[in-house]
DNA sequence: GCCGTTTTCGGCCCGACTGTTTTCAGTCG
């Protein structure tokens, strides 16, 4: 059983108890334990095996000796027990939005559908022929919702990639910028988990600071990519835009922006462990400010931005990327939060497809290996990798595959030898190599002559077992040309899942022969992902943050594996393109003497 | 059921909204 798995059943436990009418605090424990389960980038198993299940953050005795049963037996006899008064169809009924579990069980009782299967097409029927309208507790307009939740659950399952909601939203801020004439709007923000940079984003909500919100409301409304408009009141909108996304829009007076700001980014989580905090100092914080008792009458302090709210609970300002609840709150508490890595720090970038044909059987770039250093230059870097795609390894014999990489190393010659060394710029010459079934890489190694340093990646098989996924990729890794494990997971965004590795023996084996993992900006990449990229800093393994640019405007990427980065508590220490470029050859192995 | 730099017992986040209600329960973020 995986954690996803182990989530669900904590989940579903946590809504039997509710049901049954168990104390509410049981409840809310179960349900931690099962977030807790999506939260862990390592398999609740293993920690089992290593008699750690209690280290999980909300997993306490009890539950701990759940799980052990769990593993031990396959089963939990007292779970199933308690799960036998919950019909299966009340797990699809509280998807909808607006549906929780006490109604999903009066729905699934009242109206006799039992069964998972096809269970919101039956209740979707007996909602269109009035039956939920009748109930005792229900009415015309809780079945109209009903109705309208079912719609909205279809369509909106998918989330959007950060990127895609990111430039979504630096849109409608550009507008309602460029449009303001009269200075209304005193600061900007987007909020919830695209603050937050999470690498999937549900709604775009933005924040402005204004003293008149009317006027700003207007003006968002007018937005030319909103289809509808939903509803525009006094101090917020909706907006449905044309590709479907859902944008809000709220609104606040400049001296309590702070507070609204703080508590909108959320997450959750990391709120509800702040307001834990506050309720211990005897305040209550809530999206208008803090509340401090005086003279036993609470009186509303309210904050412009949110260091001086983070200040008076006693922390210190939390990057929007950390607020998780997963040890940043004990961290500002201490003042001991990590200096972040930020887009300044990075020197080169190593992941980048030039137009030039090395026949592949994945995709050339668009640009060439000069355009490509001119965005270099423009973004402040120092170097770049080129890393094309092999040759497709089943068309060409040994010399063939020599002869490209031979007129490919041409080209940064060209450009390193040819420019003036005043320049300071520096072209390596990379090649991403696909990792065969079979852990063989696909180049001959006569080829690898002609590399500076290589990118390693799985593009085939991905079904393997994590078994065989782990040898396959320590067996790519382990020529002393390959540096960097692309893409590492091969997880795509809403398509796919990454395949299965032993991160133990991943991370360990990358520690000790200076092998990085890549952190890559793809918008439907962001791979490594967050979880595992925290991991690896505890691990001590460092990483690398590419684009994996097929053209050159896409080296503006790079701020989304940054933005992954930092959700994973990196700083500059952790990632190998903030070196130097003197230091990346000498940690390359590649020291030329000389002026380079 | 979990958790602890005031506690191993006694607590456990806050406010808004909504619909069906006669004073509130359920859901959401």
Known sequence: MNNDQIADLLEAVAAAYQIKGNNQFKVV???????????????????????????????????????TELFAKGKVPHFNKVLKILPPSVFKFIKIPGVGVKIAYKLAND??????????????????????????GFGQQSEKEILEGIKKLTRDQKRMTLPFAWELAQKVIKYLNEKDENKKIIKIEP????????????????????DDPQKVIKRFICFPEAKKVVVAGKN???????????IDLKTMKPEAFGALLQHFTGSKDHNIHLREIAQKKDLSVSEYGIKFKKKGRLQLKEYPDEQSFYHDLGLSWVPPELREDSGEIEAALK??????????????????????????????????????????????????????????????????????LKR?????????????????????????????????????????????????????????????????????????KVKILGHPTGRKIGQRDGYDLDWDQIFSFCKKNNKYLEVNSWFDR????????????????????????????????????????????????DIINTLSYNKLIDLFGLKKGGER
């Open 29 to 67: 424990a179960y349900q931690k334990a099962g977030l807790a389960m999506r939260r862990l980038a390592i398999e609740a198993r293993d920690f089992w095996e290593e008699g750690k299940l209690e280290e999980i953050p909300g997993v306490g005795i009890s539950i701990a000796a759940h799980l």
């Open 111 to 136: 109206l006799n559908i039992k069964e998972s299967l096809g269970a919101l097409t039956k209740l979707k029927k007996a909602a269109k022929k009035g039956k939920i309208a009748v109930l005792e």
């Open 191 to 210: 909020l919830g988990s695209l603050r937050r940079m999470s690498a999937t984003v549900g709604d775009v909500d933005i924040a402005v600071a204004t």
């Open 236 to 246: 917020t909108a909706r907006v449905i835009h044309r590709s479907g996304e859902q």
């Open 335 to 404: 003042n001991k939060l990590p200096v972040l890595i930020s887009q300044k720090d990075i020197k080169g970038d190593l992941h980048l497809h030039s137009s030039f044909p090395t026949q592949s059987s994945h995709d050339d770039g668009l640009s060439s290996a000069e355009d490509l250093v001119t965005k270099a230059q423009s973004l402040g870097y120092q170097y770049l990798g080129l890393t094309e795609h092999n040759p497709v390894y089943s068309q060409h014999n040994k010399k063939q595959v020599i002869q490209i």
């Open 408 to 480: 490919k190393k041409d080209i940064s010659d060209k450009i390193n030898y040819s420019r003036s060394n005043k320049l300071f710029f520096f072209v390596l010459n990379g090649l991403e190599i696909d990792i065969k079934r079979s852990g063989e890489l696909a180049v001959p190694e006569e080829a690898f002559a002609f590399l500076d340093f290589a990118i390693a990646s799985i593009h085939s098989s991905f079904k393997l077992n994590k078994k065989q996924m782990t040898k396959r990729v320590l067996l790519g890794l382990s020529h002393p």
């Open 526 to 573: 962001l791979d490594l992902p967050d979880l595992l990229i925290r991991d690896a800093v505890k691990n001590g393994v460092k990483m690398v943050i590419n684009t994996d640019a097929h053209a050159a405007r896409h080296m503006d990427n790079l701020k989304y594996g940054l933005s992954q980065a930092r959700r994973g508590w990196v700083t500059t220490d």
